[in-house]
């Protein structure tokens, strides 16, 4: 979507970093600037003494539409309301990946009047982050192919058994499976392979779960690149990979501080995808916002089924998080299409579909009380939402016994979200929430698997391949079965089928393999169809992007 003019004017009046800075009591001098509008903030602002008794927000939602429901703008406009009612808030969310901003949905940064700025830049390279990642990941696999063509293979790697792939920051269906090392002795040794996209590589995972440097590289050190003939691991510390991968990332790590188009902090860090990997912002970015405001206000990607479970799952615990509510982002389209209306004609009012698509409202609030927490609705107001259907969301919620408020921070910035602002605020400061999480690390693999797909997704049962079974038994033999799982599976269904929409039952979630990020600290077990490989939509948001001779951007957003 395109800025208008007023906005283009509001953006353009961008506040010097260290003016933002100076809000979050950051002096200048501990800023690392890229520019003028962006800084990178070292790790040594983290304190966890001052972290106890702030307040952490998480933005979750209900299942999406393939256009997603602006939880990123509802997550930027939530801060902008609770710093107009007084409260010392930053908004902490992921960085966008180039695969989304080409691909379907566009720009990844908030919209209308809740937007990060730079927007351009944040949307685009930014400070080189993902480029980082992506060359750490890949310096790993030209390392490891080395091993096995110029050392001769020391560490016996069975190359039918190598896991670890590379990866690039676009959707590229072409590149999912390829045969390398073709041409000859003097090309290597050929095998199957092939490129995940960036954001769900084990490297970004790392990143977003470590808690400084050292302990990014030893995470690095840990991962497993392949099995030897005997079905030992090989892990990334054996190819002497890890100092190198941790050098690489010496400036990523640490978090970037911009600006909302109201001039309030935020932080970016880490972009993975809550589909096909753990989907939110970075432990340390968290506890960098806590550190330096009252409440941080942070999203994870998709739904509760998604990235609100790994968030509370894998995140919370890995970092010692307590949420102290839960925001669940709806909109009326999404509902609308749970009722099965065609996505290009969610736009006209249809208050009966509105009702018949609340069960996957329902379903997202009832995972959130799964975890203890208290849920607030924020429905995302568009413009083609009739009042009739607001009433029916706001009228369910209150008999379910749920606070509900409208969201419209797209056209009125943090105005258009004070009342939700307010009951979030009451919400966190009432103390009811009591974080649990759903299942304890020591439970075997299988266990975990079945607490999700049956209170989460509301499955009857799971269902594993052949080759799944064979390598559950190999996790148990290598001591990698009290690791925490990280489902990956279509974003738009409860289940594991894109098509069985709304709130499904009597469903099975069939696991077809496992992938392994034991570095990160987790496996993967890989639902259904879902590929770690997005591809392009038939008409990319890439066609719609364009620069004029000065250099301004247009149809990024």
Request: a neutral charge; proline letters at 5%; glycine letters at 10%.
């Amino acid at each position: 979507m395109h800025l208008t003019d007023q906005q283009i004017a509001r953006a353009s009046k961008m506040r010097p970093i260290a003016q933002i800075a100076s809000k979050l009591g950051v002096p200048e001098e501990d800023l690392r600037p890229y520019g003028k509008y962006v800084a990178k903030l070292p790790l040594k602002l983290i304190n966890e003494e001052r972290i106890k008794g702030k307040k952490l927000i998480l933005v979750t939602g209900i299942t999406p539409t393939k256009a997603g429901e602006g939880k990123t703008t509802a997550s930027i406009g939530l801060a902008e309301g609770l710093n107009k009612i007084g409260v010392k808030t930053v908004v902490v969310i992921r960085e966008p990946s180039l695969g989304p901003v080409f691909g379907m949905k566009g720009g990844a940064a908030g919209g209308g009047f809740a937007q990060v700025l730079p927007m351009e830049s944040i949307n685009l390279h930014f400070t080189g982050d993902f480029a980082a990642v992506e060359k750490a990941h890949n310096l790993l696999a030209a390392l490891l192919d080395n091993h096995i063509h110029s050392q001769k293979n020391t560490l016996g790697l069975d190359p039918r058994k190598i896991v670890w792939k590379r990866v690039m920051d676009m959707n590229e269906r072409a590149l999912r499976d390829l045969v390398i090392g073709l041409g000859g002795p003097a090309q290597g040794v050929p095998r199957e392979s092939g490129f995940d996209i960036t954001a769900a590589s084990e490297v970004m995972a790392a990143l977003c779960l470590s808690k400084d440097l050292m302990d990014l590289k030893e995470k690095l050190g840990n991962i497993i690149v392949g099995f030897t003939y005997q079905d030992e691991p090989v892990r990334a510390h054996q190819l002497k990979a890890q100092g190198a991968m941790a050098a690489l990332l010496k400036h990523t790590i640490m978090p970037n501080l911009v600006q909302t188009i109201e001039g309030n902090p935020a932080i970016i860090h880490g972009g993975p995808f809550a589909n096909i990997a753990q989907g939110s912002n970075s432990i340390i970015a968290t506890k960098m916002g806590l550190s330096l405001a009252d409440y941080v206000v942070t999203e994870a990607g998709f739904a509760s089924d998604l990235g609100g479970e790994k968030f509370l799952n894998l995140k919370c615990q890995y970092g010692s998080l307590k949420p102290d509510v839960a925001v669940v982002v709806a909109t009326i389209r999404a509902l609308k299409s749970h009722a099965g209306i065609p996505f290009d004609e969610l736009k006209n009012p249809d208050p009966e579909a509105v009702k018949n698509g609340l069960p996957n409202l329902e379903k997202h609030i009832e995972n959130m009380k799964h975890f203890m927490l208290v849920p607030v609705v924020a429905i995302n107001r568009f413009a083609t939402d009739s009042e009739e259907e607001l009433e029916i969301v706001k009228n369910f919620c209150q008999s379910q016994g749920v606070k509900v408020a409208l969201c419209d921070a797209w056209a009125k910035g943090g105005e258009g979200v004070v009342d939700l602002a307010q009951e979030v605020k009451k919400a966190a400061e009432s103390g009811m929430s009591n974080f649990t999480p759903l299942y304890d690390f020591q439970w075997g693999i299988e266990q975990k698997i079945e607490s999700i797909a049956r209170k989460i997704y509301g499955a009857a049962e799971v269902e594993y391949s052949v080759k799944a079974k064979q390598q559950l038994k190999l996790f148990g033999k290598i001591g990698l079965d009290k690791l925490p799982v990280c489902i990956a599976k279509t974003q738009y269904s409860l289940s594991d089928d894109p098509k069985l929409i709304n709130k499904p039952t009597g469903f099975t979630i069939k696991i077809r393999e496992f992938d392994i990020a034991a570095g990160a600290g987790f496996i993967i077990p890989i639902a259904g169809t879902i590929m770690r490989m997005p591809g392009l939509p038939s008409k990319p948001a890439a066609e719609n992007i364009d620069i004029d001779a000065e250099g301004n951007i247009t149809g990024l957003f």
